[in-house]
């Protein structure tokens, strides 16, 4: 036991560090690449803490643990969104860009929508996997093509000083935080989760529970991480991205990959339960997005307060 606790502590510090490195990185790509740091926090970001869910689900899918693929998956969205959000704004209050209202949070709705509706039967097939991954390239490919289209244009009407702000950039530089700060996230996730898990089955849990709150937590600390630390050096577009591309990464690349590889059935108390309440954290989100542009610490603590709900309920 001692040994596990001590997976979790060098796996928190590792990810702490990895997402100091990661926002870096990705903000220096971001300039270089005429991308918006939204749009960097929702793909490259969101791709590199999702990267624990896909890992921790390929596996599942492999050693036939569907209920682990799943429940880490439906976790992870409740988490990202009423434990990480709530916490983040809780200490930082974020401001909410029109992207985000607009574009972002209907894919992330949509996203939840499809696999609740795909999960009725209690199996995801291979071609419902295909349809979520052929969204997520779509959806990818139409964010990055109109952040580049907009940056142009107001380039383009810009005074010199922005290519000036831009030259300080080194993309080598930044790649290379980039890399460290995904490499930190891995592997910080993965040591997290394995302390995480064995001192869950110690105590005698499921593996519904275990892959809904512990592995779900673990596989969400990087976006916790990543959020609190983004928000604090002011870069507001990369937490909220992050928190609604990692959503939408985890349903349609997560969940895709996985049906593809092997189809993925699913309890009919996931459906009837877990699946219910992600969408009801989805929808609850939208007005606290409208109202003043800006999520604020009360609705920090209502986000937070319905996850503590859910888990004690879970339990």
Same mark, same amino acid.
């Given at each position: 036991?001692?040994?596990?606790?001590?997976?979790?502590?060098?796996?928190?510090?590792? #990810?702490?560090?990895?997402?100091?490195?990661?926002?870096?990185? /990705?903000?220096?790509?971001?300039?270089?690449?005429?991308?918006?740091?939204?749009?960097?926090? &929702?793909?490259?970001?969101?791709?590199?803490?999702?990267?624990?869910?896909?890992?921790?689900?390929?596996?599942?899918?492999?050693?036939?643990?569907?209920?682990?693929?799943?429940?880490?998956?439906?976790?992870?969205?409740?988490?990202?969104?009423?434990?990480?959000?709530?916490?983040?704004?809780?200490?930082?209050?974020?401001?909410?860009?029109?992207?985000?209202?607009?574009?972002?949070?209907?894919? &992330?709705?949509?996203?939840?929508?499809?696999?609740?509706?795909?999960?009725?039967?209690?199996?995801?097939?291979?071609?419902?996997?295909?349809?979520?991954?052929?969204?997520?390239? !779509?959806?990818?490919?139409?964010?990055?093509?109109?952040?580049?289209?907009?940056?142009?244009?107001?380039?383009?009407? /810009?005074?010199?000083?922005?290519?000036?702000?831009?030259?300080?950039?080194?993309?080598?530089?930044?790649?290379?935080?980039?890399?460290?700060?995904? #490499?930190?996230?891995?592997?910080? /996730?993965?040591?997290?989760?394995?302390?995480?898990?064995?001192?869950?089955?110690?105590?005698?849990?499921?593996?519904?529970?275990?892959?809904?709150?512990?592995?779900?937590?673990?596989?969400?600390?990087?976006?916790?991480?990543?959020?609190?630390?983004?928000?604090?050096?002011?870069? &507001?577009?990369?937490?909220?991205?992050?928190?609604?591309?990692?959503?939408?990464?985890?349903? &349609? @690349?997560?969940?895709?990959?996985?049906?593809? !590889?092997?189809?993925?059935?699913?309890?009919?108390?996931?459906?009837?339960?877990?699946? @219910?309440?992600?969408?009801?954290?989805?929808?609850? @989100?939208?007005?606290?997005?409208?109202?003043?542009?800006?999520?604020?610490?009360?609705?920090?603590?209502?986000?937070?307060?319905?996850?503590?709900?859910?888990?004690?309920?879970?339990?």
């Amino acid at each position: 036991m001692i040994v596990d606790i001590a997976f979790i502590i060098i796996g928190l510090v590792t #990810l702490i560090v990895g997402g100091e490195f990661l926002v870096k990185g /990705a903000v220096g790509i971001a300039a270089k690449a005429h991308l918006s740091t939204l749009v960097i926090g &929702m793909t490259v970001v969101s791709f590199g803490t999702s990267a624990p869910e896909l890992l921790v689900s390929l596996k599942a899918a492999y050693l036939d643990a569907p209920e682990i693929a799943i429940g880490n998956v439906i976790g992870s969205n409740i988490a990202n969104i009423a434990l990480v959000l709530g916490l983040t704004v809780i200490i930082f209050p974020m401001p909410v860009s029109r992207n985000s209202l607009v574009f972002d949070w209907p894919m &992330m709705m949509l996203s939840g929508i499809l696999f609740y509706l795909f999960s009725l039967n209690f199996v995801i097939s291979r071609w419902e996997g295909a349809v979520l991954f052929l969204l997520l390239v !779509v959806f990818v490919y139409l964010l990055i093509r109109n952040s580049r289209k907009k940056n142009k244009t107001i380039k383009s009407s /810009a005074d010199s000083s922005g290519s000036e702000v831009v030259s300080k950039f080194n993309i080598w530089k930044s790649l290379l935080f980039l890399s460290i700060g995904l #490499l930190g996230l891995y592997f910080g /996730a993965r040591w997290l989760i394995d302390g995480a898990k064995n001192l869950g089955e110690a105590v005698g849990l499921s593996k519904h529970v275990i892959a809904i709150t512990i592995i779900a937590f673990g596989t969400s600390v990087p976006e916790l991480v990543t959020s609190v630390v983004a928000a604090y050096r002011k870069e &507001m577009d990369i937490s909220v991205g992050n928190l609604i591309g990692s959503n939408i990464f985890n349903t &349609m @690349l997560v969940i895709g990959i996985v049906a593809l !590889v092997q189809p993925i059935s699913i309890e009919e108390s996931v459906v009837n339960w877990d699946m @219910l309440w992600m969408l009801a954290v989805f929808l609850v @989100l939208l007005p606290m997005m409208w109202y003043k542009r800006k999520i604020g610490r009360i609705s920090g603590m209502i986000l937070l307060s319905a996850y503590i709900l859910y888990i004690y309920l879970l339990f």
